[in-house]
């Protein structure tokens, strides 16, 4: 098995890091001592520790994204005016499947959207693009034809609370004293009882002003 390059070296160093310490609370040295690399190599693979927060993230969530995205372009192929609940399964589905129970790989991505979503540090949520923007307005579009009710502030709101339910739920998941002995069934029934939750709280009532 090839030994991993320097910039994935210091991408599953900082990944970890970010994830248990936050953006503020890791430094570059830390991160180049736990990728063995030396400190000049930040900046010569990503120019700055908050272009390789940036690196960090999109690693994590770009394949969720892609994920999402053919969820969505599955749904409208099927039907115009797909279901709220349906909109929920293709949106959220991808982020269990993105941190399965029980793997290593898993319980990073978790602790690392909690990072992105939760940390102080404008670095941690300033690193989205078109990309990643191109995705949230899809999803907003389409919730907000099934939900015409919702302004687009509390439309926003409420998805954010997917990220949050979903990435919260399974980060609890691995820190489980035992994770790896989650069975399959529970893993499919956190699942279910997710998208169940979900549904109702994008389907509630607009709230009042």
């Known amino acids: 098995m090839a030994t991993p390059d320097t910039r994935t070296q210091i991408l599953d160093a900082a990944e970890h890091l970010f994830a248990e310490h936050g953006y503020r609370g890791t430094s570059v040295r830390a991160i180049t001592k736990l990728a063995g690399a030396n400190l000049a190599a930040v900046g010569y693979h990503f120019g700055s520790k908050a272009e390789l927060m940036a690196a960090v993230a ?5 394949p969720i994204n892609a994920a ?3 969820g969505l372009d599955t749904l409208l192929a099927r039907t115009p005016d797909p279901s709220v609940s349906e909109l929920v399964e293709a949106f959220a589905g991808p982020l269990f499947d993105g ?19 939760s940390d102080p540090a404008e670095e941690a949520r300033n690193w989205t693009g078109p990309a990643e923007d191109s995705v949230r307005e899809r999803y907003l579009a389409a919730f907000a034809r099934v939900l015409p009710g919702l302004s ?8 954010r609370g997917i990220l949050a339910v979903t990435a919260v ?16 069934v529970a893993g499919e029934a956190a699942r279910r009882w997710a998208i169940t939750f979900l549904t109702a709280a994008m389907s509630a009532p607009p709230t009042r002003t």
């Open 152 to 159: 687009p502030e509390e439309l926003r709101f409420r998805m």
């Open 58 to 62: 999109r690693r994590v969530i770009e």
């Open 99 to 117: 941190m399965p129970a029980g793997d290593e790989g898993g319980a990073r991505t978790s602790r690392l959207i909690v990072t992105i979503l």
């Open 169 to 184: 739920d399974r980060l609890e998941v691995h820190q489980q004293p035992s994770p790896g002995c989650v069975s399959p």
């Open 68 to 70: 999402q995205c053919a």
